[in-house]
């Protein structure tokens, strides 16, 4: 299964490196990924393969969360299903 992570908040170094080292710490693979700066505001959509985490997907996602609280960003972690459900026409 895939997931969907959002991250939107205050540029800084190393956004991208902490959020790819927690989905290395999980097992979940980047599969694709795109990131933007307007400004001073940093805004990053990542896929991620899920099937081969030894967790449940609810910890994944409230441990990035979580990381994103701690750094001052919002991130949320959707699953490919949900995600994909919401943005059909």
Known sequence: MKAIITVIGKDS??????VSAECSS?????????????TDTFAMIMMVDTA??????ADFAEHLEAIGKELGLVIKVTHEDLFNSMHRI
Do not use: H, P
């Open 52 to 57: 081969e985490m030894e967790a449940e997907f």
């Open 13 to 18: 170094v190393g956004i991208i490196a902490r």
């Open 26 to 38: 999980y097992k979940a693979n980047i599969l694709d990924i795109t990131q933007k700066v307007f």
